[in-house]
């Protein structure tokens, strides 16, 4: 069965201090993997799709790399902004290939 | 330049009394979703369209009901809000393959 765990559930920083979330999967035939950024209240803001083990992609203070079994997403000195919840997903080719399955998220809180 | 447009953000509704939430997208995707998310949860598929090809979650209440006229526009249908259905409710649109992108969503009191 497909699926995807996120780690920690939660995380809190110091600004400048750098971490890393967890993106777990199982998935038979990986058509894609997903981050996105969600603040309190708003929808799911996309930030990063990758496709194959090895891949990665940056955007400011973000990066995300991509194994066989997880990603991860790098935060490199964070700022009070950066605050939020970050959801991974995932998009495998069984069955109904348009589905996407979730993580729990992590949510992530940097004070000044 | 939103891309995907929910309306309303917020929108409060009586128990029993038919509600409907509505997305547009500007994006001409082949794909829309509708998410329930609650509180600290993931989003929760409830259907989804391929053009206007169908698809509903096997758990998906019968209370929830969805139409797409065109390719544009996409509503979703509570026939009888239960104040469990409370929640935020998510539209999302995507290429064939390709990431989702999501409206800011619809808040759903049900008082």
């Known amino acids: 069965e497909d699926q995807v765990t996120q780690s920690p559930e939660a995380l809190r920083l110091q600004e400048g201090e750098s971490s890393s979330l967890n993106c777990s999967y199982t998935v038979s035939g990986l058509r894609g993997l997903f981050w996105y950024r969600q603040d309190p209240g708003k929808g799911p803001e996309f930030l990063f799709t990758l496709y194959s083990a090895g891949e990665e992609k940056e955007k400011e203070r973000l990066k995300a790399t991509l194994t066989k079994k997880e990603s991860f997403l790098h935060i490199t000195a964070p700022k009070p902004e950066d605050s939020a919840t970050y959801l991974c997903a995932v998009r495998g080719q069984a069955g109904n290939n348009r589905k996407l399955i979730w993580g729990l998220g992590t949510s992530l809180a940097v004070n000044p | 330049d939103a891309m995907v447009i929910q309306n309303p953000r917020y929108q409060v509704t009586q128990f029993g009394k038919p509600v409907t939430l509505s997305c547009s997208q500007t994006l001409n995707h082949n794909v829309m979703y509708w998410y329930q998310q609650k509180s600290s949860q993931a989003p929760k598929l409830l259907f989804h369209?391929?053009?206007?090809?169908?698809?509903n979650e096997a758990d998906t209440p019968d209370n929830f009901q969805s139409r797409r006229p065109n390719t544009s526009f996409c509503f979703l249908d509570i026939r009888s809000p239960g104040l469990g259905d409370a929640a935020m409710y998510l539209c999302a649109t995507a290429g064939l393959n390709t990431e989702a992108f999501f409206g800011q969503g619809t808040r759903l009191t049900v008082v």
């Open positions: 369209y391929y053009d206007k090809d169908f698809n």
